[in-house]
């Protein structure tokens, strides 16, 4: 990819501009991130081992976990790390592979939960149907797709971003390489290259999202038909963790990225990455342990000495 900027190193702005803020957001983070990689690899092992984990939500639930992990590998160990040694600085190619496998993680994430709101659709909508259409190749089928969508997206913004040009200021307002931030620091029109990002993402995120609401239309209306009050809750039951990271996905995604650039704010980003690209991926494994009586029965394998 051609590069004809004279910026070669940019600076991170890092969690905050006070000293002081810096290292107690570092101490925050930090224990953040460790429980986001203690909960991710549980939920990973747990998936793997236990036989009765061996299902198309599980297989979902564990790839989920995996992009999670990744996703907030990518962002907050250099932050950490340079906070500590006060190092700020991050080359052009490092900044270019940080945004591009930023936003293909979290585009997997979009398409992710997709695929698991079409599982939990076909479990309730055809539970007949649903052991022969959601076979493992189908499963496999659904992740692979996932990650080649992924990677193209990320692809293209990656192109679309780093093909303006870069002459100065160098300080990115955020605490990792993002789309936002770096557009304000391009030099001439960003207009053209800001529309195709938004029509592209757009597009993919509101396909999605219009999928995931198809989903649980079908959803709503199977369980509105069962008859029995018990019926309906271990029916709905089955999609309330799901339910939940669709709502916080989409809520935090948009608030973030589904604007101009023109109304960029730097704090208004910095707190919305922070929900979106750090505590969800905590959050997640919670949201999909703490109301699983199998997922907790596994873990309680891994971990026998934690009192249940």
Not at 160 to 174: A, E, Q, R, V, Y
Request: hydrophobic share 50%; net charge neutral.
């Amino acid at each position: 990819m051609a590069n004809l900027s004279t910026v070669s190193v940019f600076i991170l702005q890092g969690f905050s501009a006070v000293p002081a803020l810096q290292l107690l957001s570092m101490a925050i983070f930090l224990l953040i991130y460790l429980a986001a990689v203690l909960g991710n690899v549980s939920i990973m092992i747990a998936v793997t081992l236990d036989s009765h984990l061996h299902t198309p939500m599980y297989f979902f639930i564990k790839h989920l976990s995996l992009v999670d992990l990744c996703s907030t590998s990518t962002t907050l160990p250099r932050a950490l790390v340079a906070t500590m040694a006060d190092t700020k600085e991050i080359s052009f190619p490092a900044c270019a592979s940080q945004l591009f496998a930023f936003v293909c993680f979290g585009s997997l994430e979009c398409f992710l939960i997709t695929a698991m709101a079409f599982d939990r659709c076909l479990a309730i909508y055809r539970p007949l149907t649903y052991g022969v259409t959601m076979s493992s190749q189908t499963c496999v089928s659904l992740v692979v797709v996932a990650w080649v969508s992924g990677l193209l997206f990320s692809t293209f913004h990656m192109v679309n971003t780093f093909s303006l040009p870069f002459c100065g200021p160098n300080m990115i307002d955020h605490f990792f390489c993002d789309i936002p931030p770096l557009m304000h620091l391009a030099c001439g029109d960003t207009q053209g290259h800001e529309a195709a990002g938004f029509i592209v993402s757009g597009c993919v995120i509101m396909t999605c999202f219009a999928l995931t609401c198809l989903s649980y239309v079908l959803i709503v209306y199977t369980v509105v038909h069962i008859r029995s009050a018990a019926g309906r809750w271990k029916a709905f039951s089955t999609c309330s963790s799901h339910l939940a990271t669709v709502l916080l996905f989409y809520g935090t995604g948009s608030s973030a990225y589904m604007q101009p650039i023109a109304h960029y704010s730097p704090l208004q980003g910095r707190m919305a990455a922070i929900f979106y690209s750090i505590l969800m991926p905590t959050l997640n494994p919670l949201i999909y342990s703490l109301r699983n009586k199998d997922m907790k029965a596994a873990l309680r394998k891994l971990y026998p000495q934690v009192p249940s």
